[in-house]
């Protein structure tokens, strides 16, 4: 594992194809370059906050200029889950046909749109918010894609030893970082001890064959917001390739899958950001190539409270905020939905056991900690190492 301080020399020669800035969960804010935040259901975050704005290949794919390029890149954004989408596909100099352009656009929104449908906890009509107010016992029928997420959540549960648990909501919004809870008071002991008998992925069953989900427990509550983004840019990756599509950038609320390469024939290039409250800074530029990339941080989605910074970074096995000096973790992976529920995990385990964790399963990840100084210490994983190896500009 390497340790070392910031340092812009060597990013001033790469050109990232997207900037990311640390970014909330499910309900984030996203700015991408040109869009204003937006509002709406999902926008308050379990997580911090984050900015993806597509530069270098759109810029050189669609200029005009003295001949058409040898490869061209269509740019595809909007709004879905009360935050932003881009997706830049590259294809050949002949670009994609208006009929072409209308379908994948539609399908990108139709396929966002859906998961928000079901699994927004914003919208009481959903799927989830339906499931969560009920203290039945009985089985609850589910469709296909919410199943998978309970799925995925059980998985991530029992991968990180339940530092990842989707049931940890009711302490989400006692601790306000819930809909319409940012003005509750602090819980007391009694609240916190009571709130923490509902918490665990153990106390949900789940039927495959009839598709249902059963709660073993009242008052049992759930939230995907730790990785659903990341879901959605894996079930839009799989919309894109079963079209035929191989060289592609997508980015939902800063979850990132990228295959094949950019307009200019390059592997396509990603900037983090540094952590700051104003302004924007790099951090680091990665390549990202057949694989996904997600990055959670708590630096700016909080709350004062009596003089309290409280971090919306909930931490399943005390159920109270972490606290702690580590600001962001980005982490890479072959699925998007695994690389953020994992980066969640790795914050909430801290400077100390988030690294040791990564660094004992063998997992891609970049830590940015906080110094007394106010300045950021940058700890790697070998398996991150291996790939920032690859970014590094030829002498």
């Avoid at 999902?42 to 704005?53: K, M, P, T, Y």
């Avoid at 100099?93 to 749109?113: Q, V």
């Avoid at 708590?298 to 909930?314: I, K, M, T, W």
């Amino acid at each position: 594992m390497a340790t070392r301080r910031h340092t812009l020399a060597r990013l001033r020669s790469l050109a990232p194809d997207v900037f990311v800035r640390v970014r909330a969960a499910w309900q984030r804010r996203i700015v991408t370059r040109g869009v204003p935040p937006v509002g709406g259901a999902w926008r308050v975050a379990v997580r911090g906050a984050l900015v993806a704005a597509v530069v270098a290949s759109i810029v050189m794919a669609s200029a005009c200029g003295a001949g058409e390029p040898a490869r061209r890149a269509t740019s595809f954004s909007g709004v879905s889950m009360g935050t932003g989408w881009t997706v830049t596909v590259v294809t050949g100099p002949e670009g994609l046909s208006g009929d072409e352009h209308r379908a994948i656009d539609d399908e990108i929104a139709a396929t966002l749109g859906r998961i928000d449908t079901l699994m927004s906890t914003w919208q009481p009509a959903s799927e989830l918010s339906r499931f969560n107010a009920s203290d039945d016992l009985l089985p609850f029928p589910v469709a296909p894609e919410t199943f998978d997420m309970f799925q995925w959540a059980q998985r991530l549960s029992d991968e990180t030893g339940g530092t990842l648990d989707a049931s940890v909501a009711p302490l989400v919004e006692a601790w306000g970082f819930g809909p319409a809870s940012r003005d509750r008071q602090l819980p007391d002991e009694a609240t916190i001890a009571r709130l923490r008998q509902t918490v665990g992925m153990a106390l949900i069953e789940l039927d495959p064959a009839g598709h249902w989900v059963r709660k073993r427990r009242p008052g049992v509550r759930v939230d995907f917001s730790a990785f659903a983004p990341g879901y959605g840019a894996d079930r839009v990756a799989d919309h894109l390739t079963a079209r035929g599509l191989t060289d592609y950038l997508i980015d939902v609320s800063g979850e990132l899958v990228a295959r094949g390469r950019n307009a200019d024939g390059r592997i396509w290039q990603v900037g983090v950001e540094r952590p700051q409250a104003e302004g924007i800074a790099v951090a680091h530029v990665v390549p990202l190539q057949n694989r996904a990339m997600a990055t959670s941080g708590d630096y700016r989605n909080f709350r004062e409270v009596d003089g309290q910074r409280l971090s919306h970074v909930l931490d399943p096995r005390t159920g109270r905020p972490a606290r702690h000096d580590l600001a962001s973790v980005t982490v890479f992976d072959d699925l998007a939905v695994r690389a953020d529920g994992l980066a969640t995990a790795l914050l909430v385990l801290g400077p100390d056991e988030g690294p040791a964790f990564a660094e004992q399963h063998g997992l891609p990840a970049l830590f940015l900690i906080r110094r007394p100084d106010g300045r950021f210490d940058e700890r790697t994983t070998t398996a991150f190492e291996a790939l920032d190896a690859a970014a590094a500009p030829a002498p």
